[in-house]
């Protein structure tokens, strides 16, 4: 694909909000191309670009924070009622921006159960969580605001500093087999590269308003924590298997288990060329094991 790229520099004012994990990764490469960026998180920090927002405590950003900015990235998740924190609290301090565009990272969960079929884009959300319903909700929301939104359906997310590594050092390790399950994932690195992937070209590539942005090689969990000892010259402790395993989780972390879905990046990888840096976890996991 011919280099088309159009110019993110210092003209470019980004408001991440939700400085999170994917959130300050983000900021730090979008400054690496000159872009300015200012993080919300829900208290005070030393960081002179970080600012405070809290929907729950109902503090909101003041008014200067919103100068000038042109492009908006929310990594926030909906709240416990299953409001949109940024809708709820910004929505028309948003619309009276002259915006270029708004990021939401929202999660291939609404996707809901597939029995380890491949899903994409194109297939209606059917969610199984109670979670995930409520993100279809904050999606949906997002999608009638009349922003110009963009939305990224996101599996699980790691990294350096967030990957298995940090569960087997935390000794937070569940080694689980349960039979032809598997996971997708992404290394937060290829969400950052992928969005500004979509906005430097975004005057060539056709828009989509709803993106997948996931690795080639959805797997079992199992695969992954092997590589991750056999990077570390350990043993895996010996495995158990779903159902023996399955009454001492906790709520939240069966009901990932209860899900088998694989999540198809055809539409960002294929028909919109984007090279993802870490195709599968053997690559991602390298990354982060020069990390730990
Ligand atoms: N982790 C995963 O594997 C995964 C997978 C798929 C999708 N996702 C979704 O993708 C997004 C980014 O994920 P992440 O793991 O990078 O997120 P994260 O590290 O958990 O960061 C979430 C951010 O949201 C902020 N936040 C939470 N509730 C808020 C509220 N009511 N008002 C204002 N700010 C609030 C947090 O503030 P503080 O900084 O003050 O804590 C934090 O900065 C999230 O929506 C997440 O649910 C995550």
């Known amino acids: 694909m011919k280099n088309f790229a159009s110019s993110l520099g210092n003209k470019n004012k980004f408001l991440i909000l939700g400085c999170g994990f994917s959130g300050s990764y983000f900021a730090k490469s979008i400054r690496k191309l000159g872009c300015i960026a200012l993080t919300s998180s829900r208290s005070k920090n030393k960081d002179p670009n970080s600012f405070v927002f809290d929907s729950e405590k109902n503090i909101v950003p003041n008014e200067k924070i919103f100068d000038g900015v042109t492009h908006i990235l929310s990594c926030i998740p909906p709240d416990k009622n299953g409001n949109d924190p940024v809708l709820d609290s910004l929505k028309s301090r948003l619309k009276s921006l002259s915006l270029e565009w708004i990021g939401y990272l929202s999660t291939t969960g609404v996707y809901g159960n597939t029995n380890g079929d491949w899903v994409s884009e194109i297939d209606q959300p059917n969610p199984l969580q109670k979670r995930s319903q409520k993100r279809l909700n904050c999606e949906n929301e997002w999608l009638k605001s009349g922003l110009p939104v963009q939305i990224f359906r996101l599996p699980g997310i790691y990294g350096p500093g967030r990957s298995t590594f940090e569960a ?92 088998n879905r694989r999540v198809s990046n055809k539409l960002l990888c294929k028909k919109l060329g984007y090279k993802l840096i870490y195709r599968n976890y053997r690559e991602g996991l390298k990354n982060c094991f020069l990390n730990i």
């Open 168 to 259: 087997i050092k935390n000794k937070k390790i569940r080694v689980i087999d349960k039979k032809d399950q598997v996971f997708s994932r992404i290394h937060v690195g290829d969400i950052t590269n992928a969005i500004i992937y979509l906005l430097q070209n975004k005057n060539y590539l056709k828009f989509h308003q709803i993106i997948n942005i996931a690795d080639d090689e959805p797997c079992a969990q199992i695969e992954v924590i092997q590589y991750c000892y056999n990077l570390l010259g350990l043993k895996m402790p010996k495995p158990i298997f779903f159902e023996e395993a399955k009454n001492e989780l906790s709520p939240i972390a069966r009901s990932f288990w209860i899900e």
